[in-house]
């Protein structure tokens, strides 16, 4: 099986940075897409950020500038900086695995690490 842990998650006030982290362990082969959403309490879930193989990356236009997805192996990164109250939310790591050499990949989720920007 695959285990999916975020961390980093917490209070800040507005204009501050924080740095959230993830990490897959357990059957994991090769990963693929690495991605972190977040979701507010009535309202879908929704990608902040998505790093791809080969290198490139994504952003919702609301973080563009100032959050950055960084891969690192089996761990994924979202540095946030100049947050904003609109930014406070559940954030959720995606990971796309693959457990071996001829399996299919699937997405497991952490179970999220809340965010708060308030002053």
């Known amino acids: 099986q695959v285990q999916i842990v975020e961390s980093g998650g917490g209070l800040v006030q507005p204009g501050g940075s924080l740095r959230l982290s993830c990490a897959a362990s357990?059957?994991?082969?090769?990963?693929?897409?690495m991605a972190w959403y977040r979701q507010v309490p009535g309202k879908q879930r929704e990608l902040v950020a998505a790093?791809?193989?080969?290198?490139r990356t994504t952003y919702a236009d609301s973080v563009r500038g100032r959050f950055t997805i960084i891969r690192a192996n089996t761990k994924v990164h979202l540095e946030m900086n100049n947050l904003r109250p609109e930014d406070t939310a559940v954030y959720y790591c995606?990971?796309?695995?693959?457990?071996?050499?001829?399996?299919?990949?699937?997405?497991?989720w952490g179970d999220g690490t809340l965010v708060t920007v308030s002053s």
């Open positions: 357990g059957r994991v082969f090769d990963i693929y897409t």
């Open positions: 995606n990971q796309d695995i693959s457990g071996g050499e001829h399996e299919d990949s699937r997405a497991y």
């Open positions: 790093s791809f193989r080969g290198g």
